[in-house]
T-cell receptor, first 112, second 114 residues
């Protein structure tokens, strides 16, 4: 079974731009969660999507948004990028319950 | 709001010794407690988990204990080896009013001294 994949793996953007990250979960997994990982803040939960609906959201500003498609693939969008948005963005998929989260390799976003 | 506190933030132990990482959670509705290991430059991977109906679980050199009354859970690694060097994250998850909730600890950087 193929693992969780994320594209692109690396991105460099400038302040004020927007960015879209993509996550393809493990086949059969219906839940996709997104996390921001920075050296100082650890793993911060952004949001979770299940069956195309956002069912949980962390404490991030509205510039961070996401969506999930019918095939469970998910995208995350960050608008009006700030320097502080530089981080590793991880997505993880599960079947949907309280199960092991399978993480993707992450997208390293650098904002200059 | 709910949170998970993890200690210590860094831990250095001699190869062959034991390592213990502790977490405390605040949400009494939490009932699933996974531990993830993240090696340098790699993705987090589950190494062990425990559900609230169990007090202890072991898997070879790794064990996790849970004290629901005190809202504590701990990771124990015995006979540490160089490949145990990584960042370890605890997490607490449970069902809220309508959705699952997962909160991660801030991570422990474990270094194994040869």
């Amino acid at each position: 079974k193929a693992g969780v994949t994320q594209t692109p793996r690396y991105l460099i953007k400038t302040r004020g731009q927007q960015v879209t990250l993509s996550c393809s979960p493990i086949s059969g997994h219906r839940s996709v969660s997104w996390y921001q990982q920075t050296p100082g803040q650890g793993l911060q939960f952004l949001f979770e999507y299940f069956s195309e609906t956002q069912r949980n959201k962390g404490n991030f500003p509205g510039r961070f948004s996401g969506r999930q498609f019918s095939n469970s693939r998910s995208e995350m969008n960050v608008s009006t990028l700030e320097l502080g948005d530089s981080a590793l963005y991880l997505c993880a998929s599960t079947l949907g319950g309280l199960d092991e989260q399978y993480f993707g390799p992450g997208t390293r976003l650098t904002v200059t | 709001g709910e949170n998970v506190e993890q200690h210590p933030s860094t831990l250095s132990v001699q190869e062959g010794d034991s390592a213990v990482i502790k977490c405390t959670y605040s949400d009494s509705a939490s009932n699933y407690f996974p531990w993830y290991k993240q090696e340098l430059g790699k993705r987090p991977q589950l190494i062990i988990d425990i559900r609230s109906n169990v007090g202890e679980k072991k898997d070879q050199r790794i064990a996790v204990t849970l004290n629901k009354t005190a809202k504590h859970f701990s990771l124990h690694i015995t006979e540490t080896q160089p490949e145990d060097s990584a960042v370890y994250f605890c997490a607490a998850t449970g069902w809220g009013s309508s959705a699952s909730k997962i909160i991660f600890g801030s991570g422990t950087r474990l270094s194994i001294r040869p």
